[in-house]
């Protein structure tokens, strides 16, 4: 029989693109789930993971950043934040350490007026800025919302993180877990495969070239003694000037993606990993839903 005295709820992690949801979210969970990079749009979907202790179970979404929508896969990804908001036990805001609160961050506060589910600020960053100023930057962001707690952190360091999970706690209710305690996602592997090789690629190339990067999984197959995994990938572009970049000279920029994908994955896979990685050329990807439910976004699952 299960036990009464646990805890098990949903939270929603929201906030503008880069402000530090996925770093917050791998520190909690204590390894690395969520793809982490400082050019927007890095998380494209919903990402659960699973957060278990004595207490009981949190499953935090880690939702793509509110934000104003310039595009079918940017028009995806604001529904997909905004219709999570209202289907959890607590939201989580993270913003950065400032007084100045920009257009952006009073967008989502418009958001959440018309959210009846219980709102926790996170301050992100506290490791960058001076202990006296959190106050005044407590102070500027009770201006523009009421909200139900506030805590500074630091995602990066992890300053902060119990105080912050005791608050989540307080607001999840009594219940059975939704997951085995060693559950930390429910992503298929694939898709956190295609996620580390989209991080990698992302961190290799130009500003301009990621925003408009997928990454397929065209096969992924264990060899008999499950020691070993062959996956072979495709990267999509909108360009053919930007698939000779993410090639780059002699293969070399191509095989740099590879080799940091090839790591992240072996460590998350726990075996070897012979990974190869193509390029293709499918224009205004971002604007074709055929094609977005072909890269895993798909607008009925919202």
Avoid at 117 to 143: H, M, Q, S
Avoid at 161 to 187: A, H
Avoid at 218 to 239: H, Q
Avoid at 263 to 292: A, G, H, P, T
């Amino acid at each position: 029989m299960q036990n009464t005295n646990t805890k098990a709820g949903f939270v929603t992690l929201i906030g503008r693109p880069n402000v530090g949801k996925s770093t917050l979210m791998n520190q909690l969970i204590g390894q690395k789930i969520a793809i982490t990079s400082n050019k927007p749009q890095t998380t494209r979907n919903r990402i659960q993971t699973v957060y278990t202790d004595e207490r009981g179970q949190i499953v935090f979404l880690d939702t793509p950043g509110i934000h104003k929508a310039k595009n079918k896969l940017g028009e995806y990804m604001v529904k997909v934040a905004e219709s999570t908001l209202n289907e959890v036990d607590a939201v989580l805001w993270l913003v950065e350490p400032t007084t100045f609160i920009g257009a952006g961050e009073r967008h989502i506060a418009e958001q959440l007026k018309r959210v009846k589910t219980p709102v926790i600020l996170i301050i992100n960053k506290i490791d960058t800025v001076k202990r006296e100023e959190v106050l005044t930057f407590i102070d500027a962001y009770r201006k523009i919302h009421d909200f139900d707690e506030i805590v500074p952190v630091s995602a990066l360091k992890g300053e902060n993180k119990d105080t912050l999970l005791e608050v989540i706690y307080k607001y999840m209710p009594y219940g059975p877990m939704f997951y085995d305690e060693d559950t930390i996602t429910d992503q298929p592997e694939r898709q956190i495969v295609a996620e580390l090789i989209r991080e990698k690629g992302l961190k290799c190339l130009d500003e301009e070239i990621p925003h408009g990067i997928a990454v397929a999984i065209d096969s992924m197959k264990y060899r008999k003694s499950g020691k070993l995994v062959d996956i072979d990938a495709t990267i999509i572009c909108e360009r053919d000037s930007h698939k000779g970049i993410i090639i780059g000279k002699g293969g070399a920029m191509l095989k740099k993606i590879g080799s940091a994908a090839r790591y992240e994955i072996e460590r998350l896979l726990e075996c070897q990993v012979n990974l190869k990685l193509w390029v293709k050329v499918k224009k205004d990807w971002r604007d074709s839903d055929f094609l977005m439910k072909n890269f895993g976004y798909d607008k009925k699952e919202i």
